[in-house]
């Protein structure tokens, strides 16, 4: 039987495994309509290697905190960047994520000599930026970011749900499912909704 998850793995390594100071980058929550964007980039050891490290979608919640742990504490360097939803509205969910990969990849100490940029392409003077299309399937580098920033903004989340019980943000994180579109109709826009975004809009418009 072929190990898909080794072909995966060996796929992911090939990019890291020759040369020094490789940063991954990916962010969190663009897709929400409550909350920040979280953007991290991570510079791991030229022979480090996990297997489990992948995108973080893909990984079960307590898979995601105990890799969160250890790329931590393995990382040469980490950074991670949270843009309020107040600063989406004004840049645009695009930009808001281009300018969090800049910061966070400007404040990793040393300089990477390659960042791996999931998707998105970016320019930051005197660096090497690459774009790569599902990079978190292809960098461990970029997957090991994407668990930083998804674990990051799901603790955001979390304490959010405290604050407002009534809205259940520990269960949907901030998306537009239909349960935070009718629990934002009912209680109301929270000063966290991006108001730039259409359900909030709509419901602004509609004096829900």
Sequence with gaps: MIDKSR????????????????????EAGRGAMAGPIVVAS????????NPL?????????????????EIKAIAISYAIEIIEASDVDILNPKQA????????????????????IDAEKIVIE?????PFIKGDDLSQS??????????????IMIEYAKVYPE???????GY?????????????????HRKSYKPIKDILENNF
């Excluded at 991570?42 to 290697?49: A, E, G, T």
Aim: charge should be positive; proline fraction near 4%.
């Design 142 to 155: 970029i997957a090991a970011a994407s668990i930083l920033a998804k674990t990051t903004r799901d603790n």
């Design 126 to 130: 005197n660096y090497n930026c690459l």
């Design 176 to 192: 537009c499912v239909k349960e935070h579109v009718e629990k934002t109709k009912k209680f109301g826009v929270l000063p966290i």
């Design 7 to 26: 072909i995966l793995f060996d796929s992911q390594i090939r990019f890291e495994n020759k040369t020094k100071f490789i940063s991954g980058s990916d």
């Design 97 to 116: 994520s281009r300018v969090g990969m800049v910061n966070s990849i400007m404040n990793l100490k040393p300089k990477p000599v390659v960042s791996l």
């Design 167 to 173: 809205y259940n943000f520990d269960l949907h994180k």
């Design 53 to 69: 490290i992948r995108d973080s979608k893909k990984l079960s919640k307590k898979q995601r905190e105990l890799l969160f742990e």
């Design 42 to 49: 991570v510079i791991l050891p030229s022979d480090y290697q």
